[in-house]
């Protein structure tokens, strides 16, 4: 069977579940040993002593534990609280419920992830903090069918808005999650898996520097209200405070650039007055020769004709060097 990513989010609901799954998935009967957990469920494991009673007053288990077979091996792909309290029961001696009921159909990885999200997707024991860590979930794993081509966007389509469809919520909401997971302090998160904060809260505070998250959870964890205004507030006053310091850099700046320039422009000025003092001198030397000349010597005369021959040379000099640079 080819693996239809989009049907399934399309109609991500349990009917629909359980329709694939009795559909494409076969029986088979284990030792929960024979089952290997992986690291892909990370949700909230609550209440599994109780679990673990009610399993044992009904004699095993009445719903199947759903494996996804991959390379020869069978890994759980949902029902982690009933193969806790299986296993809970067994080490509390049980042997009898040893064995297992499982449904399992051959997998990829990429599909087995999917699986794993599908089946958590209609997990009664959800926590805001759950559906922050399933939002990630969801996000890596619908990257990776991406690659695999079992998932293609079609143009404007983003993968958060997926998300936010599958697990029913708004493309806003998923966002919050991201940035709770990306940029909240381990206090911060610690409060909100505990559900003293809640999800606007938390991300609003992720926003926050590092030393005021840790004060604000601490605040919360010694049983204090803080709304999600207050911290919106706080973000508000940040943003001010870093745009008034930016403006304040910019405009000291701007003074900087202009005392530069007004150094450079004098500069310019002292070196124009040098060359037009100096030319002037040269001109004012000349007029006074011309004034003079009659009390000059033969010899003098002399070395101003070779001075003059000498500046004409120069001046066909620079002319040859001009006209030979342009060929």
């Given at each position: ?9 399309n109609a991500v609901t349990a009917g629909a579940a359980t329709e694939e799954i009795d559909k494409y998935f076969k029986e088979i009967q284990l030792d929960y040993e024979q089952i290997v957990v992986t690291g892909q469920n990370k949700y909230s494991m ?282």
């Amino acid at each position: 069977m080819a693996f239809d990513i989009k049907s399934i989010m399309n109609a991500v609901t349990a009917g629909a579940a359980t329709e694939e799954i009795d559909k494409y998935f076969k029986e088979i009967q284990l030792d929960y040993e024979q089952i290997v957990v992986t690291g892909q469920n990370k949700y909230s494991m609550d209440e599994i002593e109780e679990l673990a009673a009610g399993i044992e007053m009904a004699g095993g288990l009445h719903e199947p534990l759903i494996l996804g077979r991959i390379n020869g091996e069978y890994w759980l792909a949902s029902g982690h609280r009933r193969y806790a309290a299986i296993k809970m029961l067994v080490q509390d001696g049980k042997e009898e419920l040893r064995t297992v009921g499982c449904r399992y159909k051959d997998m990829t990885e990429t599909e087995f992830r999917l699986h794993v999200l599908i089946g958590n997707t209609f997990n009664r024991h959800y926590t805001d903090y759950d559906k922050m860590i399933e939002a990630e979930e969801w996000k890596n794993a619908l990257k990776a069918a991406q690659k695999e081509k079992l998932l293609i966007l079609e143009r404007g389509e983003r993968v958060r808005d997926y998300v936010a469809r599958i697990m029913g919520t708004s493309a806003a909401v998923v966002g919050d999650y991201n940035r709770i997971n990306k940029n909240a302090m381990p206090e911060i998160k610690e409060q909100f898996k505990e559900g003293t904060i809640g999800v606007t809260a938390a991300a609003a505070a992720s926003q926050l520097p590092e030393s005021k998250q840790k004060e604000i959870a601490e605040q919360v964890a010694a049983g204090k209200d803080i709304k999600a205004q207050e911290i919106r507030d706080m973000v508000d006053a940040k943003k001010a405070a870093v745009a008034a310091g930016s403006n304040n850099r910019e405009k000291e700046e701007k003074e900087k650039r202009s005392i530069t320039e007004q150094k450079r422009e004098q500069m310019s000025d002292t070196d124009t007055n040098k060359e037009e003092k100096e030319n002037a001198r040269r001109l004012h030397a000349l007029k006074m020769l011309e004034k003079y000349y009659i009390y000059m010597s033969d010899e003098e005369v002399h070395i101003l004709e070779n001075i003059l021959e000498d500046c004409k040379r120069r001046k066909r000099e620079y002319r040859l060097d001009d006209v030979g640079s342009t060929s």
